[in-house]
């Protein structure tokens, strides 16, 4: 089976985002940017599969500038991808969803691809496009908030569930399909150092993204404001300082009337 | 002028080991001292890994790190536990002798099962009569047809009770004094071996530590690295290798210290102000950072030489010294910072001030350093 597995770098969680000098985004000057969270998600997906369907292969891959798509392309080889690609597009193309998701989709088509996985969204934007936009454009199946996936070898289907609202549902998919997977529903590895150290060595392949059709343009990027103080209770019995307490939840913070 | 940026696989490497020590190790770092407890599961996770055995050369399946790799991952290792990491390095101590010492049959024999499943080995060298004077070593090996009978003690060995395997030093000569010393390596499946019960220390309490007797241990001439008499040589030469990591080792202990003291002192309120805004508690801060900044790139630089391919020994000797001493003074300032906490076993700072201690004193005892850094400099002058 081939597996593609889309990943894109974001920022490490401890970084602590200043906006840009023209204030219209945030600055990646100093930032680190990583693997992390739903795509590790989705890389340990594209790994369990491999091991359980004989002569699969997982290939990586990334839009975005350099360094950092290179970066989380070698993190995902050191997992145990087998090969991967890089589409060499700008911050703001692989920022947004949608524009990602045209940029990389002629760069799949070069790729034999059974299934696709993608995190449910962006560990940064969050948006939640890029999938559904990419299984628009391959023009195949796609679906969302997946866990439990499965490959059926006597049907060949990929079977899955999602969790709803309402309920859980069951599916079951033909190939190719693209499939964004709900978070940490599994148990992401680690990558031992002798991986990484291969990892280094790893051949990537780059490919030019198509010219972008215009990507949203970010406008503003603001920290949010600082939160306020906490208000300490002066009392001198418990039954002063829960006095005190209610008549403030119900005055001040109008919680209840 | 030197480049002080790490390389991309420098940095994963790094951080490979800062996700194992901050997700494996610390969240056991005290309970394992407190019970005392040698968490060999943890051991086991760093060797699958590869965060075991570092310095073993490729071609005998391990990584072949230079000692600067080294350095990154040993520090961020410390910043998790230090006890933890000096069982964790223990194996790059106790294979040193076989990489700098062994031929190339003894090191495709020793090495490769290292690299092929988890195993601990231990460095034998200090006697319950002496460490610090290592030429005056009484462990005996007697000539005896094709090899050698061993008799004698070791104490504070690392590791001791869970090594498979002992590179253990002993005289052929005690007249010869350190040329009459010689490198062995010794399984802990042969007759005569006992390792004795794990001592009770002051830190580094998640390590192991204890004697080890040889009672007419038989050895095959095959075991024996290099030729009769080169073992103080190979001591020494381990000791050159391994000394720098030590430093890097302190530098975590000492980079810890600092961290809980800054996050301590912007929380903790006295006069009305967090003791972050007092000037006398700025002031330790800030000397704390110089420490742990000068203890660092002390230890790149001792690795840096060593990796050039130089001996190293003065600046080994400064790194090791420096970080270590360092790493003490940065401990007890954190404390001082906690107060009263800080004195308080359920406060994480007491512990680090006892597991730095140890890096003052094993590996080479600061005097002994301090010795070595005056006579590599006193030669210049002469
Ligand atoms: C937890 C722990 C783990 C250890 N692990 C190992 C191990 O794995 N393998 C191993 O072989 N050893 C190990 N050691 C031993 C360690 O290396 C020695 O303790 C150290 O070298 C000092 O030797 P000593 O204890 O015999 O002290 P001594 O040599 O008796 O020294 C006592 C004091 O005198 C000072 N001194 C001695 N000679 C001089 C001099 N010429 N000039 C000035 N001052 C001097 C010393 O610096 C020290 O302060 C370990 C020790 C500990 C505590």
Known sequence: MEIVVCIKPVPEAETRLRPTADGTRADPDGVKFVLAGYDESSVEQALLLKEAVPASKVHAVAVGPAPRSEEVLRAA???????????????DTADDGLSAARALAPALAGLPHDLVLAGKQAGDRESGVFAAALGELLGVPDFGFVTDLRWEPAAARFTFRRATEGGVERWESPVPCVIALQQAWNDPRTAKLPMILKSRKAPIAKVAAAPAAGPSIPVKFELPPPRSGAKMIEYKTPEEAAQTL?????EEAKVFP | MPDFSLTPEQESLRDLARKFARTEMAPHAQECDRT????????????????MNLNVPTEFGGSGLSLLDQCLIVEELAYGCAGMTTSIIANCLALEPIILGGSSEQKQRFLTPFCQEYHLASFALTEPTGGSDAGAIRTRARKDGDGYVLDGEKCFITNAPHASLYAVFATTD??????????????RSAPGVTPGKDEEKMGHRASS????????VRVPAADRLGAEGEGFSVAMRTLDQTRTPIGALATGIAQAALDHAARYALKRQSFGKPIAEHQAIQIKLANMAQSVHAARLLTWHAAWTIDRGAKGSLESSIAKCFASDASFQVADEAIQTFGGYGYMKEYPVEKLLRDAKLTQIYEGANEIQRTVIARELLRGYA
């Open chain 2, 209 to 216: 530590t204890s004697t080890v007797r040889f009672d007419g």
């Open chain 2, 174 to 187: 005690p007249a010869a004094k350190h040329r009459g010393i010689s490198a062995f390596v010794v399984p």
């Open chain 2, 36 to 51: 005392p407890r040698f968490p060999e599961e943890i051991y086991r996770k760093a060797y699958d890994l590869g965060l």
């Open chain 1, 77 to 91: 080889i050191a997992l145990g991808c087998d090969s991967a690609t890089w589409v060499d597009a700008t911050a």
């Open chain 1, 246 to 250: 209610v008549r403030l939840l119900k």
